[in-house]
């Protein structure tokens, strides 16, 4: 449920930014297919991407953790 939760925000806001999964995957040095596993909550994100996602997003944590 939090995974899930955690990649529909995360969705929402690259949408809302015009960010593309790939270039969020390349600014993480990930596949682009696990950056779509994030967004659909079929993955965790790995703490280290949680803090370069929301340095690329320049978002506090607790918004995208939902805290």
């Known amino acids: ?10 969705a929402v806001m690259l949408r809302d930014r015009e960010i593309s999964q790939a270039v ?7 596949d682009r297919s696990t950056v779509s ?3 659909s909550g079929e993955r ?3 703490p ?3 803090r370069s ?3 690329l997003l320049n978002i506090d944590p607790a ?5």
């Not at 969020?24 to 990930?30: F, N, P, S, Y």
Request: glycine share 8%; charged share 20%; proline share 0%.
């Open 1 to 10: 449920m939090i995974r899930q939760l955690f990649g529909a925000r995360l």
């Open 63 to 67: 918004l995208l953790l939902g805290l």
């Open 37 to 39: 596993r994030i967004c």
């Open 24 to 30: 969020l995957a390349e600014q993480l040095e990930v």
């Open 44 to 46: 965790s994100a790995k």
């Open 48 to 50: 280290g991407q949680i």
């Open 53 to 55: 996602i929301c340095i």
